[in-house]
Structure formats: C-alpha cells, structure tokens
C-alpha cells in the first residue's frame, strides 16, 4: 500500500471529521473569517502527518514581506506540495487548481476553508478574470496565493524541475506585488512516489523579487528569472547534503537537462494540483 492510500486509511475518521465540520461552516461563511478556516485547514494538515510520520523543513520564512499579498511560485511535485507549504506557513494562503480536480472529495472542502481559485484550462477568459479577482483581493485584502508555474507535474518526480509557464506570472504583474519563488525538494516522495513511510522534506522561501525589480521585465524574463533561483536552490540543497553525508549527490544537470525544453508561449496555462 502506497503512502497516499495508507494516509487515508488510517485518517479516515479525521478526513469524515473535517469535511463535516467544513460543509457546517461552510452554509454560513460569515461566522468564520479566513484566519479561523485557516487554522483548520492547518489542523488537518498537522493530523495527517504526524499520524503517517510526515514533516516539512523550511527555511527562509523570516525573508517573507512583513505587509501586503504576495504571489509564491513554487517547484511542482505531487499532491503533497500545497499540504507541506501551509504546515509551515503561519499566516493565511490560498492556491489556484484546475477546476477539473477541484471537486473532489475533502479537496473540494479544502478549497473552501482557505478561499481558493479555480481555473477552467479550457477558457482562457475565465482564466483571466480569476487572475484580475486574485490580483485585486492580493492589491485590497493583502492576499497571499499559491500558483504552481509547471502546471502539472510528473509521477516520481525525482526533484526534477520543468519549464516555468510566463503566463503563471500575470497576476503579480497586475498587482504590482512580490513574488516569492519557493524551493520544493523531496515532497513528491510523500504521495507521488513509490515510496513508503515517514517523509521529510524541505521548502526553501527564497528572496522575494519585489515589482520595482520586475516591473519592465516580459513575463517570460520573469519565469526563467524564478525557475533558475529555484533550479540553484535545489543544486545547491543536494550539494550540501552531499558534504555532510547525509544522502547521496544527486545528479542534477543530468537530471534537468532531461527535462530542459523550449519554451512554448502558445501553452495554455495549466495549474493541476
């Protein structure tokens, strides 16, 4: 049994527990505001980790903006990405998902605790007006998303990082706020591996890039700026494990050379989670 199916299985009474408390919530939004729903969808997240021995490091929080909305853009590697960056990450965020996925049981009612934003990949104009609610709820509310510029992601990923979508960083373009690359390693091994048993894995805040540092830059500027922090990060990341012997050198250039592809600007934007 695979550690995604095993989670389940030994948090089922949790996963019954939280999706009724989040449809009671739910019928009347306003009695909970965002930070409470937000502590919930914490809760949950903390349960099932530590019941299946799962745990995020992370570095670089004390780099986060102190005010305002800001837009992360993460590496992309399996479902557990979203659950691990909100365990460690205090104050309320939301993400963006394919609506195709959004739906599904106990994502659905996450994606209501925390306010999150579907896209139809179909529809670039839906895509759009999500993109113009989020920049303005980041501009007025001081919003904080999560948008995963690879869009999709592979089974067994390996810490391989793909070509980074421009168009993921329209919205920080429209509200002119910071964006805060993140460095995912290890998370794919939680529940898009073959793995199995307790994980932990490591997200990296990496220096925000505030609008006056991209403000005339061309969206494709802007993504290869973000995915290179984030490719020599994770250098960086098994580099050091290397020398202190704590696992093996990876290696990397290999790795990503693999996966180095144009960039095809056509693409229409795709944000599975």
Known sequence: MNNFHKTILINIHRIAYYIAKTRIWMKHPERHDLKQRYQVARKMVDSMNKSAGYRTIASGLEKLPKEGGYMMYPNHQGKYDVPGIISVHEAPLSFVMDMDRAHMVLVAEYMMLVDGKELDLRNIRQNITVFKEM???????????????????????????????????????????????????????????????????????????????????????????????????????????????????????????????????????????
């Open 135 to 273: 920049a303005d709820e980041i501009t007025k509310q001081g919003r904080k998303f999560i948008l995963f510029p690879e869009g999709g992601y592979e089974e067994n990923n390996q810490n391989v990082v793909g070509t980074f979508k421009p168009g993921s960083f329209k919205v920080a373009q429209m509200a002119k706020c910071p964006i805060v690359p993140i460095a995912l390693v290890d998370s794919y091994k939680v529940y898009n591996s073959p793995h199995k048993g307790p994980v932990t894995t490591y997200a990296y805040f990496l220096d925000p890039i505030y609008y006056e540092e991209y403000k005339d830059m061309k969206t494709p500027e802007i993504a290869q700026k973000v995915e290179n922090r984030i490719r020599e990060k994770i250098r960086e990341h098994f580099a050091n494990q290397a020398l202190t012997g704590n696992e093996p050198e990876m290696d990397y250039d290999h790795a990503l050379a693999d996966s180095e592809s144009e960039i095809n600007y056509d693409q229409p934007l795709d944000c599975n989670g």
